[in-house]
């Protein structure tokens, strides 16, 4: 039986406790996601639901049928970027879990696991990446050895735009997916010439601003209601990003596309990465939706692939990082 990699993931609403084997396959993640009542999230109070339902994630683990103390090999965690508050909940219970099972403990960078559980799942070798998620909204390629953003947004990120539209109609967390539905339902009901419905499209160069398209999608809703709103937002906002991603696939010379984070799950942003590869040759990936969210098991694919070049994090330097870019991660493994 191949060895376990465990990954605790926490930088932000969800904490999440997944696992690799060594042999690079993947096994899903015990999940719990804060949701607050009313507003956006506030940092302890996320933190508090993460030391809350730690004891409950860590006894659904131990109690898996594909899971046992003795085939773990190393425990890693997300040292950044996210809420501060939230990933020390994390950090000290992957330095419980690595000092208690004697294991090493690796730290890793969200960002980049997002890629690293894409490639894994995918079989996608060298992509463009389009991580659109709550917090980020970056286009990123590697160049030597370094994930580089190329593109990004200069103010909110995409899911947390979809988000806080969704919450001026008192529609809770996630938004993402209400939206999803109410566009399809005004394409299914109503779709047809869509002039009345403009929104603005902001790309600066390779990078992207959401919060004039949210204010306008307000204002939208209320003249032609949520749906219709709903369904101009998203082909606005992700038609910004494929603009992106595709210059950044004719810039970099590469052939595929790969989505990731939590926007990635939607269907509709899928189509249009699909239709802008085909036109240009190129090829479009996504992970299982389960993969896109924030998730353990990427922590853990991460931290496998940096086991095996030999990295492995010391107590000393295991302080958490909120504001860890994509590019200070050096890329060791192939
Ligand atoms: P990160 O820390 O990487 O920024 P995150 O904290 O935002 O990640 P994720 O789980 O990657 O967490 O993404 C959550 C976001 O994804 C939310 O904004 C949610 O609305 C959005 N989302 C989820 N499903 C869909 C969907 N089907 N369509 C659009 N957005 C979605
Ligand atoms: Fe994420």
């Known amino acids: 039986m191949a060895g376990i990699i465990l990954g605790v993931e926490s930088t932000a609403h969800t904490l999440s406790i997944g696992m690799v ?22 940092p302890r ?49 992957a330095r419980t879990l690595s000092k ?15 890629i690293e559980v894409g490639r894994n799942q995918t079989g996608c070798d060298d992509p463009v990446l389009l991580y659109a998620s709550g917090g980020n909204t970056q286009v990123i390629a590697r160049a030597g050895s370094r994930y580089r953003v190329l ?15 969704a919450r001026s109609h008192d529609l809770p967390f996630p938004g993402g997916p209400k939206i999803e539905n ?5 394409e299914t009901d109503e779709g047809g010439d869509p002039q009345n419905l403009e929104l603005p499209y902001a790309v600066h160069g390779m990078d992207l601003a959401f919060s004039g398209i949210l204010t306008a999608a ?20 992700f038609a ?17 596309l ?18 802008m590869c085909s036109e240009r040759g190129a090829s479009a990936h996504w992970p299982d939706k389960q993969y896109c969210v924030d998730n353990g098991t990427m922590i853990a694919e991460l931290g496998r692939r940096e086991i095996e070049m030999g990295r492995e994090t010391k107590l000393e330097d295991s302080a958490i990082n909120p504001i860890l870019r994509t590019d200070s991660t050096p890329i060791t493994w192939s």
């Open 21 to 42: 084997r060594d042999n690079g396959e993947l096994l899903p993640s015990e999940s719990s996601i804060f949701t607050p009542e009313q507003g956006g999230i506030h």
């Open 45 to 93: 109070e996320a933190a508090d639901h993460h030391s809350l339902m730690a004891p409950e994630l860590i006894s659904r683990v131990l109690s898996r049928n594909d899971f046992s103390v003795s085939d773990i090999k190393a425990v890693s965690f997300s040292q950044g970027p996210g809420l501060g508050p939230c990933l020390r909940v994390g950090a000290s219970l």
């Open 100 to 114: 208690s099972w004697r294991v090493p403990l690796v730290g890793v960078n969200h960002c980049v696991a997002h």
């Open 151 to 165: 593109g990004e947004t200069l103010d909110i990120g995409i899911g947390n735009m979809l988000d806080k539209f």
């Open 182 to 186: 109410l566009a399809s339902q005004w």
């Open 218 to 237: 307000i204002s939208l809703s209320e003249r032609e209601g949520i749906n219709a709103a709903s369904w101009s937002l998203q082909e606005h906002s």
């Open 240 to 256: 910004s990003c494929i603009e992106v991603a595709e210059r950044a696939l004719a810039h970099t010379g590469k052939s595929e």
């Open 258 to 275: 790969l989505l990731g984070g939590g926007v990635a799950c939607n269907s509709r942003l899928r189509e249009m990465a699909e239709i």
